[in-house]
């Protein structure tokens, strides 16, 4: 009895051992010992903010700060947990919020004024309007944008051209039976692309005009599906998917995503439809390193970061002397006209918009 | 030889000495056991929770929302669909119950390993691979979604228990003319209904919790108390409306498991265990039927499994392995770790998890098997109550805990808030009811009066549940293990409504992937799917052949 029991008990002892190098206890963060002088500094983030670790590293080497990554959900959950958080934070940066959330961020007090000497090198252009804010100091910018990352219409040219049928090109075509029973969005009530389309109809058809431009749609037959990823990887022809619909909203940079192996891309942004959303950074006002997190925003607008963005978050640098890349240039270029509506307008009227909508689209 | 007599001698005078203070002993004891169970919940779940209502329940605002028609509509509408998806769980789960437990075919061990193959899926990927089967969606496919996620608890919870049912009882009734489905209603149905109760309220929590599938099926336009929760708490922080919906929501769960709660006490008493090995044989005459529908039912499952597996090996212009190989980078820039490490992340923290999960649930369970024991009714109330809450983490919304989380942990030390340890805690919590209630119907089980001869022959506590209690309860301690560590590999819920750092689980790292355009990153993502479910089967098959010398001890 006792020899068979140990056995067992070496039996599971040895699974111990081998899956011991299974727990995080001790494992750390993969941070290096040799890096103990490096001051961290905790950027809290989306999940789908991504950067080449080699650019994390010159950083640190440079400046000494070591920038831990901390991701929060989407942008909205990102936001909010910073107003929830905001006595104690998280983070001593955030980067990622964006337009549609960056209103309740700020009459919240959740970032300290901090204007980087790079924000004038195009950030500039997507300044929020924070000046009738005087909350904690109210002496300056307090969010710097980033990245800009226009959400437009996207369609699958090959399927008009081989249809020989006109592609759409405005809202008003969408709105056309031909065209409105091609495409598919993502709903504007669970999804950030599908408000933002939404956020687009109200700025191109006004107050007034989008529930019925939306009314036009639904006659028409336009899908609408919960996510993002149903309406572009599942449901769109253009991408790998190879759904049946060819008229999606997507963003201005999924293009780039879809070019073929002769380099032609298959899909193409309808620039006309696009609503402008700007992704923006600040220190937080609660951190206790107030200087280090200022080097981060620095660090985010600097051209060795702003370089990046393009292939590794799919958006578009704030700064106006990065250069897309070429076939950025070619398939993806950034919008020059986008809608864009207010961001305290659209804190205001988002619940209600959304209300409304689903009782048109969904009742 | 000797040896025995003499622990029996001493055993003899020390039971002697047993007098009327051993009861009280026994109290002192089943308190210690569960502070920890009861610690882990109070800081885990209960502060949190309390915390983020607190927050949210002002003046007028919560009882404005309880009077809207839409919020009971809300309700209604998550109950029900609640309540069909673990119908159709449990029906579907029954006859592959049998199978694991009754059935001797060369096979059957395979059954066992892949049902748990689901449950780690991340919804996004399964809820596009039945958008594709179903295009129209719709409540019944929300339905059939939640089922596929769940028939492995109703089939493995009710298989373990099955599998040491005394066959003799059935083969009496048998003899004495009942039909097999007189004998199956009468006698094994009975026996079975605790695991069966304990299961089904599992599945029932899962699914009026179930998130992705219910947005993603239901096309937006089905809403769950779960949706609108996180709605309401995320996009829009309307806490006030948040917390009047959580308080819906806990009320429903609590009403659900006091029923489940009556239902499962009544119907519970010790039945005679047996070894495995003496109940299993091969099938005979109508009970091919019986596998057959098992056979049906997994071969359902296979269906959106193998439509993952095919996306993960297509291509624009045909087939390739590009997916796979991609696992060893990190998609077009899309992730901060490869697909690998990402692999590596998700089984150290669920290794971590599982370990958590099992101490808290066995702990857990040992105390209530004893406050169920116990004389006093307010003992016997404590631990139902201890019960019923131990539970409430599956029936609770992830993003009230995980908010309640931001504004709370940070009064401990070292503010667990962004700790990498959070995750595995958070993902315990899921784990814990489950390890609960696989083990406590196989724990409750046990004839007591086989823990009194081991006591009477002088066996100390510990020794008593170490000889008598662990070798009865082993598979469905291994079983809890392996299902708790598989849970803990797809949770994504939980996980993803933490501050995590950078090191994100396959669950995570795939949905990153999916909403990324680019066909690399959709084949890396589906590619990734597979690699989580072959991880989970190699889990699976491993754990579940580690208990087969325990087994035969008996």
Sequence with gaps: MLPRRLSQLTAVTVTGLFTAGCTLIGGGDGGDDDASSATTVTLATHDSFAVPQRVLDDFESRSGIRVEVLNQGDAGALANKLVLTKANPVADVAYGIDSTFASRTLAENVFAPYAPPAATEGPQRYALDDAGDHGSGGDGARLTAVDVGDVCVNIDTEWFASRDMPAPRTFADLARPQYSELLVTPSPATSSPGLAFLLATVADRGEDGWQDYWRKLKEGGAQVVSGWSEAYTQEFSGSSGNGPRPIVVSYASSPAAEIGDDGTPRTEALLETCYRQVEYAGVLSGTDRPDEARRVVDFLLSPEFQRTVPENMYVYPARSDIELPGSWQRAAPLPDDPAQLPADEVSEGREQWIEQWRALYEG | ?554
């Design chain 2, 1 to 554: 030889m000797d040896r025995t007599v003499a622990r029996a001698v001493r055993g003899l005078s020390r039971g002697g000495r047993r007098g009327p203070g051993a009861g009280r002993a026994r109290g002192a004891g089943v308190v210690a056991l569960a502070a920890l169970p009861i610690a882990f919940l109070g800081v885990l779940f209960a502060w949190p929770v309390v915390a983020i209502l607190r927050l949210g329940v002002t003046d007028g605002e919560v009882s404005r929302a309880l009077a809207q028609a839409q919020t009971w509509d809300l309700a209604a509408f998550t109950l029900g669909q609640a309540a069909a998806s673990t119908a159709v769980a449990v029906l579907a789960g029954m006859p592959v119950a049998f199978l694991l437990a009754r059935v001797r075919l060369r096979g059957a061990g395979w059954v066992r390993t892949f049902l748990l193959v689901p449950f780690v899926l991340p919804t996004v990927v399964v809820g596009l691979a039945f958008k594709a089967l179903w295009p129209g969606g719709g409540v019944a496919t929300i339905v059939l979604a939640n089922a596929f996620f769940n028939v492995a608890v109703v089939a493995r919870t009710v298989g373990g228990l099955w599998a040491h049912l005394d066959r003799r009882a059935e083969d009496a009734a048998r003899s004495l003319g009942a039909s097999p489905w007189q004998a199956f209603r009468t006698v094994t149905l009975p026996a079975l209904a605790p695991a069966l109760a304990s299961s089904a309220a599992v599945v029932f929590l899962f699914c009026s919790t179930s998130f992705g599938v219910v947005l993603m099926l239901g096309g937006g336009r089905y809403r769950t108390l779960e949706t609108e929760i996180y709605l309401r708490t995320v996009e829009l922080l309307d806490l006030s409306g948040a917390a009047a919906l959580s308080l819906v929501q806990l009320a429903a769960v609590v009403l659900a498991l006091v029923v489940g709660g009556v239902a499962r006490r009544r119907r519970e008493r010790a039945a005679p265990l047996r070894a495995p090995v003496t109940t299993a044989r091969r099938p005979a005459g109508r009970e091919w039927w019986v596998v057959g529908a098992a056979l049906t039912v997994v071969a359902g499952l296979l269906v959106p499994i193998l439509a993952l597996v095919v996306r993960s090996l297509s291509t624009r212009d045909g087939w390739g392995f590009d997916g796979y190989r991609a696992l060893a980078g990190s998609g077009d820039g899309a992730l901060s770790v490869t697909g690998w490490e990402a692999a590596l992340n998700s089984l150290r923290t669920a290794f971590d998890a599982t370990v958590l999960a099992m101490i808290v649930g066995v702990l857990a369970a040992v105390a209530l098997v004893a406050a169920g024991r116990a004389r006093g009714r307010a003992a016997r109330l404590a631990g139902e109550t201890l019960d019923a809450a131990l539970m409430l983490p599956l029936g609770v919304s992830a993003v009230t805990v995980g908010f309640g989380y931001l504004v709370t942990l940070d009064a401990l030390p070292g503010d667990l808030r962004t700790s990498p340890m959070l995750v595995p805690l958070a993902q315990a919590l899921v784990v814990v009811p489950l390890v609960i209630r696989m083990v406590l119907p196989v724990l409750r089980s046990v004839d007591d009066r086989l823990r009194q001869a081991a006591a009477t022959l002088g066996a100390a506590p510990v020794r008593v549940w170490w000889t008598v209690d662990v070798p009865l309860a082993a598979r469905s301690l291994a079983a809890a293990a392996a299902f708790g560590y598989v849970v803990a590999l797809g949770e994504f819920g939980a996980t993803s409504f933490l501050a995590r750092p950078e090191a994100p689980t396959l669950p995570v790292a795939i949905n990153e992937l999916i909403s990324r355009p680019g066909e690399l990153n959709t084949q890396l993502a589906y590619a990734a799917c597979t690699l989580l479910m072959l991880v989970t089967a190699g889990v699976a098959a491993v754990i579940d052949r580690l208990r087969a010398p325990h087994v035969g001890e008996f």
